[in-house]
């Protein structure tokens, strides 16, 4: 699924083509179907952990206004998100998800084609990798139903017991009840990056950013890069990049529109730019 490419004597890049992975249909506890495309995933049971996907959703899906224990960042890339008095997303929009903060319903009137990231948040619950989501549900399936973004499961006395579908499934996953952080932010925070300035990188001719927001005290950075055709970028570590527009290469690897690229290492990377470039770049919560 990637290949990767040493840049520089410490740092190592990571370039995922997205066409090389494959778009799959998704079984999740929602109302609607879903594929994605599995582009990027960090290490499980670490508070780091993370996952990276291509969401590809019909004008079927719907979520109920509900919250996570975990962050997000999503990027509009086709079609449109409509988070109902939170916002709609639209192609460009950038918006981050703050854990414990509610947000939603969540519906999609047309196709629509969205870069979401979720990973662990400032609280250090991490994130619960696909697989293990995947396997608990199957198993909670076979005494209670899913349906519309809950959980069902009728007591021997006939009580019906409704629970998140999420909350439920992490609580399997964990065997502990699940605690929500408190809000760092009242509702999550919609960006329009063609609204923001570039600005000049120093020491870097040809190259160019602008920075959308730092949140939480682990400061997870979100920015958008450009390297103007034949000028090179540094990239910074511990960081996600994804191709907007254009082409370039890291060291002997190739990339182009909506490639990815992981800098797994502190240390900083670069890249070159055989066309003007634009990269959405996420820099992952710090740990210790």
Request: aromatic residues 12%; neutral net charge; charged residues 20%.
């Amino acid at each position: 699924m990637a290949t990767g490419a040493s840049v520089g004597p410490r740092s190592t890049i990571r370039v995922i083509d997205a066409e090389s992975v494959p778009m799959l249909a998704r079984s999740h506890v929602r109302a609607g179907g879903f594929s994605s495309r599995r582009l990027l995933d960090g290490p499980e049971g670490s508070p780091g952990n993370f996952s990276l996907q291509l969401s590809l959703t019909p004008d079927s899906y719907f979520s109920p206004r509900h919250r996570h224990n975990f962050d997000q960042v999503r990027y509009q890339i086709e079609g449109e998100y409509d988070f109902a008095s939170d916002g709609v997303m639209t192609p460009g929009t950038v918006a981050y998800f703050p854990e414990g903060t509610h947000y939603g319903p969540q519906s999609s009137s047309v196709r629509s084609l969205t870069l979401v990231l979720q990973f662990g948040g400032a609280s250090g619950n991490g994130y619960m990798s696909p697989e293990q989501y995947d396997r608990a549900s199957a198993e909670m399936r076979k005494t209670g139903t899913f349906a519309s973004g809950a959980y069902t499961v009728v007591t021997p006395d006939g009580r019906r017991i409704n629970k998140d579908a999420y909350e439920a499934v992490w609580e399997r996953v964990s065997g502990r009840p699940l605690v929500y952080p408190q809000e760092r932010y009242s509702r999550p925070v919609f960006m329009q990056p063609d609204n923001f300035a570039w600005h000049s990188i120093d020491r870097q001719p040809g190259a160019s950013w602008k920075l959308l927001g730092e949140f939480s005290e682990r400061r997870c950075q979100i920015a958008f890069y450009r390297s103007e055709s034949g000028a090179s970028l540094n990239l910074g570590g511990r960081s996600i990049y994804f191709v907007a527009s254009g082409s370039g290469a890291a060291g002997t690897q190739e990339f182009r529109a909506h490639a990815t690229i992981y800098v797994e290492q502190d240390a900083p990377a670069t890249v070159s730019a055989r066309e003007t470039l634009e990269l959405l770049g996420i820099g992952l919560p710090h740990f210790s």
